[in-house]
């Protein structure tokens, strides 16, 4: 008597789901470029097959001056929508809610997670994105808050999985586009300001409120750098300037999108650049 083997009832499942994925090379081909939009069953044939690489933005709610409260988050969302198809990479759902300071939550509609809970937050979902098969890591960082928490939770993760990750605090690099966009010195943006207004400009115009700008006057919505020697709660404005006279709101959209584009293809550039490094060393490492 002939013996009959049995394929688990999940194979033949995945085989009828995503028979139109064999002929498919990069994320731009596929149907959607966010991971939740998937069943599970044509995730798990897409990652690590047609890409092992994930972009995951975090941000958090707070106030901005006439910027809106969740510039933190219309940010590094629509710096991912710009930069995946160059990356190949899916995008996963983003983190809305981080550590915001003392003197910002006491701003109407400021949300603030505690930071050690925040570490613990990115620890898990970065866990789960390895376990799904991402091996390649963009994380793009809208509020300085979630640094420090998101570095030590990419660190556990690497340390114990091995991915490689890259995490990118939009304010700080390439901060020189800036002068060629807008023609100024090249500076540290600060906070709700040209840079960050021109950032949520590129992704929804109406989302920088022109007319409480106009009404509260550029020196009332905002305030210059942060003097050293004494500490105010809470601060006398939401809206931090790098320098007196710098970084005051320029509503020019076409200039706030091609400032917006160069800071994305930059930031796909380097993590393109990574990529290739760390695909490299794994090649090493295996004496190929």
């Known amino acids: 008597m002939n013996k009959v083997k049995v394929i688990p009832a999940i194979l033949i499942i995945l085989c009828l789901a995503v028979p139109s994925l064999s002929q498919v090379q990069k994320v731009k081909d596929l149907k959607f470029h966010h991971m939740e939009e998937y069943c599970w069953m044509r995730l798990a044939a897409i990652v690590p097959g047609i890409t092992d690489r994930i972009i995951l933005p975090i941000g958090t709610v707070e106030s901005h001056g006439a910027v809106a409260i969740g510039a933190d988050n219309f940010i590094p969302n629509n710096l991912a929508e710009l930069v995946w198809d160059k990356c ?28 050690e809970i925040m570490e613990e937050y990115i620890y898990d979902v970065l866990k789960h994105l390895v376990r799904t098969g991402f091996k390649n890591i963009l994380i793009i960082n809208g509020h300085g808050g979630n640094t420090e928490a998101a570095k030590r939770a990419m660190g556990r993760v690497f340390n114990e999985t ?31 300001d040209l840079e960050e ?9 109406a989302l920088v409120d022109k007319e409480m ?17 004494f500490s105010i709660l809470p601060a006398w404005a939401t809206t931090r300037y790098p320098e ?22 930059y930031i796909a550039d380097v993590f393109l650049e990574a990529v290739k490094r760390w695909e490299m060393m794994e090649k090493w490492k295996k004496n190929e």
Do not use: C
């Open 213 to 229: 700008y106009e009404k509260l006057g550029k020196d009332n919505v905002g305030r210059a750098g942060i003097d050293a020697g």
């Open 162 to 192: 091995g991915a490689h990750f890259m995490i990118v605090d939009w304010w700080k690099m390439a901060f020189n586009i800036a002068n060629e966009v807008y023609g100024r010195k090249a500076t540290q943006s600060g906070h709700g």
């Open 197 to 205: 207004a021109a950032l949520v400009m590129a992704y929804n115009p």
């Open 244 to 265: 007196a006279g710098d970084g005051y709101l320029d509503f020019d959209v076409k200039k706030a999108r091609e400032y917006t584009q160069k800071k994305a293809d």
């Open 88 to 115: 190949n990479a899916l995008i996963a759902p983003s983190i809305n809610h981080g550590f915001t300071g003392q003197s910002l939550s006491n701003f109407p509609g400021s949300i603030t997670v505690r930071e």
